[in-house]
């Protein structure tokens, strides 16, 4: 049988490259499309896959580009994670979010179907969708979307997964994912910027933390659990969008406590608001609040109920919140003592 083809866009995120990972294992043909950049685009991808992908330049803005890529890859199966993926940063940049996360998706729809009309689709939905709905949610529960990010995330999947897949029979569905985290998370994510920064501060290398709210809950899972339902769902009979999720929550504060706790800390936290802050064993100020680190409009709980995921996909996620802090903290006190060097 022929080696099955995907195309991966955002092949040089997290998820990117755990995904492009798992298809290799699975005997994949994989193409990523890549933007032109001046700093090495493949960092957060192993070295020891990087060779097995085949790179096209493009991106979502430029429909001319995707189609060049799409002629190439010729795909059975198209994941798109590319997008301007940061909630609070969609607040100063609404337009380009709209741009990349809402048109991006329906160039690419156009450009893979015109190619290809049975092709697979995955589309990067996200629990940014429920916004102030309470939790739990799931596939049921109402999108109330706070934040530009989950505004045009919202959009693309009505208008684009839903709707094209309805009016014209299309195999396309959502993940809608919660927060999924891993040692090559982006720095600027609240769960990496706390592994980074307290093996910093514990290797001496930087004094203090600066963060945002520390009371917002979120549903933490391992990124390298969740690439698998990604796959999972375009090996369906049918299309259909799935909630995949822990269903467990922690406050910002719990996460940065265990992660102390991995590297051998124990953080005391005192006063409320934009006046609290967590102390050291020894009395010093490791972490505080500032206020430009909250943002405009805040989701503040996040709990997916992910049972019509785990019973139809047969999917578990596999790394607990205790594992997924504490992988995420020992790799960050490596990495950071490896390059101090
Ligand atoms: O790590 P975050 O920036 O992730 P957020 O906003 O939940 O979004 C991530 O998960 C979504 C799925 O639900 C994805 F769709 C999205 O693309 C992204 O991957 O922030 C988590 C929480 C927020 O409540 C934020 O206000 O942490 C709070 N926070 C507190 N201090 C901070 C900080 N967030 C960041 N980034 N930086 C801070 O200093």
Redesign the pocket.
């Known amino acids: 049988m022929a080696k099955k083809r995907a195309f991966i866009t955002g092949i040089t995120g997290q998820d990117g490259s755990y995904l492009a990972e798992l298809l290799l294992a699975k005997g994949y043909t994989v193409y990523g499309l890549i933007r032109r950049s001046s700093n090495d685009p493949l960092v957060r991808l192993p070295q020891r896959v990087r060779k097995d992908i085949t790179y096209l330049y493009g991106n979502l803005r430029d429909s001319a580009s995707l189609r060049r890529a799409l002629e190439v890859a010729r795909p059975d199966e198209i994941y798109n994670l590319a997008?301007q993926?940061?909630?609070?940063v969609s607040f100063k940049i609404p337009e380009e979010t709209f741009e990349i996360n809402y048109h991006g998706l329906g160039r690419l729809i156009h450009e893979a179907v015109a190619i290809n009309p049975k092709v697979r689709i995955y589309q990067a939905s996200?629990?940014?969708m429920y916004g102030s709905t309470k939790p739990p949610q799931n596939e049921r529960s109402p999108f109330n979307p706070v934040s530009p990010?989950g505004e045009a995330?919202l959009r693309a999947h009505e208008d684009y997964v839903v709707g094209y897949r309805d009016r014209y029979g299309l195999f396309i569905c959502s993940g809608i994912?919660?927060?999924h985290e891993s040692p090559r998370r982006g720095e600027?994510?609240?769960?990496r910027?706390i592994t980074q920064s307290l093996a910093k501060i514990k290797l001496g290398l930087q004094k203090q933390l600066?963060?945002?709210?520390?009371d917002?809950k979120?549903d933490w899972g391992f990124a390298g659990d969740y690439v698998e339902a990604m796959w999972r769902m375009l090996q369906q009979k049918k299309p259909v969008d799935y909630v995949i999720s822990t269903g467990e929550t922690h406050t910002?504060r719990e996460f940065l406590a265990a992660a102390a706790k991995a590297l051998g800390m124990t953080l005391t936290f005192t006063g409320k608001g934009l006046r609290e802050t967590a102390m050291d064993e020894k009395g010093r100020v490791l972490v505080k609040i500032n206020k430009n680190?909250?943002?405009p409009r805040?989701?503040h709980s996040?709990r997916g109920d992910s049972r019509k995921a785990r019973k139809e996909l047969g999917w578990d996620p596999q790394v607990s919140f205790d594992e997924l802090v504490t992988m995420m903290a020992l790799a960050d006190f490596e990495r950071v003592r490896r390059e101090q060097k």
């Open positions: 997008a993926s940061d909630v609070g996200t629990s940014e990010y995330k994912l919660f927060n600027h994510f609240v769960t910027k600066e963060l945002g709210n520390l917002a979120r910002v680190f909250y943002r805040e989701v996040l």
